[in-house]
Every structure is written in structure tokens, then in C-alpha cells.
């Protein structure tokens, strides 16, 4: 091998080392996240959050193998982010409050608002909404619930392997949002759980949901007003409503559904 080619190959192997060196990771458990599943780590994964974002390059937040109680509805806003490229790899679980009182009335447990570029990988979130569902079926006067997840005013989303349970509401809502990929998704609720929809995407443009598995007791899928370019294909529904088309946008309206 020429000196010349040893000079690139150098050239590109301390490129690489410089690029990853750069590429900040922030692990929850080391900002006092503890996954016992009773101590509340929402603060932990703020501040994961809050950290990534600062980072002048792409930044990874690392959820490892446990189960971490987010007790509160949290949201991770992007509107002072500089970062576009966030990844959030989870191996763990996150659970919310085992009394539906805590986030019943709050609409939302996780969400992520006016961000762009983020893509989370794995993990599964566990809203442990089998108790409002029994209070709903009783007829008392109980909570509305809250969404699992909701990405809403955001761009360039990714969410890919994530699996949902016993959402108290809506598992996953796309609201507003521009260029959003769902794949390789799991979403599971009991077949008889009240208004808990898979897949909500509303006023957003550029959706593509694939490859997912969606067992609940409302629509797997539903779709919403002002909705435009989305693409479903691949999806196992059951139980569920199947796929429901809502008030759709006046001015214009595209979708293609494969299944």
C-alpha cells in the first residue's frame, strides 16, 4: 500500500474517531434516572433532553434496560433546541402512575412539541390504563384519560420498534406535524378499552405508518381533519375498528393504503 493511500486511510479513520468523540450520548441513570419502576425519573430524562438539545452535534439520549416511572405529564419542547438530530435509543421500559387519577385529566403523558429531527428507537411505554377502563365500563364519573404519546408542531420525526400498552386514551397521536415515519410498531390494548385509538394522525402532511402490529379497542388507525400524503401499508388490526377516515381537510387530500 502507496504512503499516499496509508496518509487517506489515516485521514479517515481520525475523522471517524473525531466525529464520534463529538457525538455527546446522554444516559439517563447517570443524570438520576433509577429503573426500579417506583422512583419518578421524569427530571432525569428532562434533563437528558435539555442536554441533547444544547449539543452543537447529533446527540443520542439512552434509556437502558429497566422500568422508569415518568409520574407526570412531560414534555420535551423544541422551540430553543439547536439541535435537529436527537436520537432517543430505549431499551427499557417507561411507566406511568398506577392510579389513573394522577394523569387522568391531564390529556397528555408524553409529548414532544415544535421539535425537529427526532427519531426514537425501541422501548416500550406502559400507561397502565386497565384501572380507568374498568371505572369507565362501571359508569362512574371518571377521567377523560391521557394520550401516550403525542408529537405535535414537529418535523422529521422517526419512531421505529416502539411499542405502546395500555394506553388510557390514545396510544400514539401525530398532530400538526410535517415528514413523520412510524415503523415495526406495537400498540396493545384490550380488545373491550374505551377511545383507546393506535395511531391518531391529524392536520399533518407526509406521514408514512409501516409494518405494525395494532391490538386495541378503538380504531387501529384513525385519521383526522386536515390531513394530507399518507401512506399506511403492512398493518396486522385486531382487535380494533380497522382503519377510520374522520372530518378530512376541505382543500385537499391524499391516501394511499396498502395493506
Known sequence: MSSSVLTLVSMIFLYESLLASATPTYNVVSLGAKGDGKTDSSKAFLSAWDGACGSAY??????????????????????ICKNTAITV?????????????VLGNS???IVFENVNGVSIYGGTLDAQGTALWAC??????????????????????????LTSLNSQ????????????????????AAGNSPNTDGIHVAGSSGVTILSSKIATGDDCIS?????TNLWIESIACGPGHGISIGSLGKDYLRIECKM
Open 223 to 227: 385519521v383526522g381533519p386536515g390531513t
Open 136 to 161: 369507565k365500563a362501571s359508569g362512574k364519573n371518571c377521567p377523560a384519560g391521557a394520550t401516550t404519546l403525542e408529537f405535535s408542531n414537529s418535523n422529521n420525526i422517526v419512531v421505529s420498534g
Open 89 to 101: 435509543h430505549i431499551d427499557g421500559t417507561l411507566v406511568a402512575p398506577s392510579d389513573y387519577n
Open 169 to 188: 386514551m390514545f396510544h400514539i397521536v401525530i398532530n400538526s406535524c410535517n415528514s413523520v415515519k412510524l415503523q415495526g410498531m406495537k400498540v396493545s
Open 58 to 79: 447529533p446527540a443520542t439520549i439512552y434509556v437502558p434496560q429497566g422500568t422508569y416511572l415518568i409520574s407526570s405529564k412531560t414534555i420535551f419542547v423544541g422551540d
Open 107 to 109: 390529556f397528555n403523558w
